[in-house]
């Protein structure tokens, strides 16, 4: 077995110096390159004596299959009828230590990279031979001198290309031979093919990297903007937004909402983000959907026939109230709440209409008052005290008598959440006013149980605040006077 081995593999070796993989004296005019064994290796089960493709298998890691694939790709490449009859071989050197020599026609060489006709220009006019050095991917620069003796350079390339990847190699090389044909010819391929979001990535930063600009602004018209696209972005956010708030499919509603809600979480979250909705286009959204609330509720307090279909009035309430939680939301994230605080506390005429319209319609409007509470509550929202106080007494009492129907209408609505959110917001307010908060609470929790929410654990705090940790709000500068006296002394 081993000799059957040893000599199956001297035939692949003789195999390969024939097709140019290996250096022959007698048919490389460059200087040829010696490979130095690697440190001897001592396997524990048997001993294996190791052939020159057995050294550039463990040197590069490949696996049999992988080495199998890269000598057939390449043996097809040095069959390439285009450079029969050439004048000049070429040499690729790896920094494995992997060199294919191969033939190539001068004048083709000369004509269509830079590099080139450089080197032959410093060889003088009977150079015979160049080598490239020091290749990151030996089989990448042999193709790009197969593309150079290629009548349709962009046929062939089609041929040779098969995703992303294998184009900005390719685009690489191209650039660093200054084959600009070749340069030319990529960059018209990338634009025409798709990218994933990770092929983007690479392809911006190996153009970057290039420094191609005029040549590749083509492709990079794919992910860049002229600056009227900033001046628009606005009308595009805010066209998209009420095509939301206006859908007429639920299912369709909800999936964009949560589309939007991700990508402008994603904007907030993304300081090179230049373009994002503007504060101004989500208050503007915010009271038309405010009025549109108005109208609903009030259309819900009509009488006899002037009233809507029940079924209607509910979805639009429901609908609007939705709408409101959503813009909301997104002004919560993006840390613009705070304005839409004072907005809803004064939305005297909008309370007053809800206490006439059953509960059933009107539920979901509280769950608007519980989100500012909450946001309060967690920090993500800052409003002056007054504000604060403006707030719960415009709309504590329609959340307490609305907080029944939230918790069982809803599995959206979490319970301890909204309880913890209303007690911080509670807890926040001068002592006196948690008084009167608290001590309302105290007497309906009394009287509703379970349809209240229980927030004994402010009551608690406010307790200890007011009968046991007791604060002065005057300053005690009695130790202050001490310390006075004592240094005068």
Known sequence: MGGESAQKSTREVSAMIKQGFIPDTTLSFSPSRTFSPPPSTTRPTHTHTQTLFDMMSEDNKFSDHKRRQMHDRLAGLLAEPALRGGDVRVAVVGRDGLR???????????????FFAEKFRCDGAFSHSVEISDCDDVQVYVEAVVLMHCHDLKLRLRQMCQGVPKILSLLKVSAAIMFDLGVLSCLEYLETIPWTEDEQEEVMSQLEHLQLHDPASEVLLRVSSDPS????????????????????????????KALLSRLFKENASNDSSILDVSKDTLYHLCHKCISSLLLCLSEATLDGDERPDRAVIMADITREADNIQWIVDILIGKKMGDEFVKIWADQKELAALHSKVPTVYRHEISRITAQLCIGIGRGHILVPKEIRFSLLSTWLEALYDDFGWMRRASRAVDKKLVEDGLSQTILTLPLLQQQTVLLNWFDRFLNKGDDCPNIQKAFEIWWRRAFIRQYSAEPDNSQLQIALSDYRS
């Open 229 to 256: 696209t900033a001046d628009s972005a606005d009308d595009i956010f805010l066209n998209l937004l009420s095509g939301v708030l206006q859908a007429k499919d639920d299912k369709a509603r909800r999936e964009m």
């Open 100 to 114: 294919v020599s191969m033939e190539a026609r001068k004048t083709v060489l000369a004509d269509k990279s830079r």
